[in-house]
T-cell receptor, first 113, second 112 residues
Framework: AQSVTQPDIHITVSEGASLELRCNYSYGATPYLFWYVQSPGQGLQLLLKYFSGDTLVQGIKGFEAEFKRSQSSFNLRKPSVHWSDAAEYFCAVHNPGSYIPTFGRGTSLIVHP | NAGVTQTPKFRVLKTGQSMTLLCAQDMNHEYMYWYRQDPGMGLRLIHYSVGEGTTAKGEVPDGYNVSRLKKQNFLLGLESAAPSQTSVYFC???????????FGEGSRLTVL
């Protein structure tokens, strides 16, 4: 069975600092990979996705993620964090042979002014 | 284009009462999902559907029932609510089996 690990429950950064959120997955082949963001009181919104091809993918709001097959990782990055980026971030993987995406438990991002 | 709409957004129930959460999507998506979100637990799949007239159990199906009589609607029912079902419920849909989900804004349910 596939699984997703987001090792950091909370991350605190200062506004303007760079950000990296970690995501590791367990799956035999290359799954489809996603990052979602959830603002307080809202549903999840897709930030970016990876299906195949270029391992560095660009998303909305200035985010990017890099797929590293050798490390089974799909880490999310942003060069300069804004206060409005404070939210919960979820990594998800999907096995095309299954109907069910698997989500990590989320990382809560706190941004200090 | 409303996307995925959940009703109601808030509800308070007493233990033993029943209710239905409605999820409606206007994107002609085949796949629909019901999740619950609890602090520290992430998203847990309750039930899902891969097309009109189909439903299947997810990770935490006990105490819930679902129906997908129309392609655009996915209903989640609680026949006898329990305090353990206090949670935020999210509906999501997907056009193809890619795992890319479109989420509703959530329904916050409190069972007293």
């Amino acid at each position: 069975a596939q699984s997703v690990t987001q090792p950091d429950i909370h991350i605190t950064v200062s506004e303007g600092a760079s950000l990296e959120l970690r995501c590791n997955y367990s799956y035999g082949a290359t799954p489809y990979l996603f990052w979602y963001v959830q603002s307080p009181g809202q549903g999840l919104q897709l930030l970016l996705k990876y299906f195949s091809g270029d391992t560095l993918v660009q998303g909305i709001k200035g985010f990017e993620a890099e797929f590293k097959r050798s490390q089974s990782s799909f880490n999310l990055r942003k060069p300069s964090v804004h206060w409005s980026d404070a939210a919960e971030y979820f990594c998800a993987v999907h096995n095309p042979g299954s109907y069910i995406p698997t989500f990590g438990r989320g990382t809560s991002l706190i941004v200090h002014p | 284009n409303a996307g995925v709409t959940q009703t109601p957004k808030f509800r308070v129930l007493k233990t033993g009462q029943s209710m239905t959460l409605l999820c409606a999507q206007d994107m002609n998506h085949e796949y629909m999902y019901w999740y619950r979100q609890d602090p520290g637990m992430g998203l847990r799949l309750i039930h899902y559907s891969v097309g009109e007239g189909t439903t299947a159990k997810g990770e935490v199906p006990d105490g819930y029932n679902v129906s997908r009589l129309k392609k655009q609607n996915f209903l989640l029912g609680l026949e006898s609510a329990a305090p353990s079902q206090t949670s935020v419920y999210f509906c999501a849909s997907s056009y193809q089996n890619t795992g890319e989900l479109f989420f509703g804004e959530g329904s916050r349910l409190t069972v007293l």
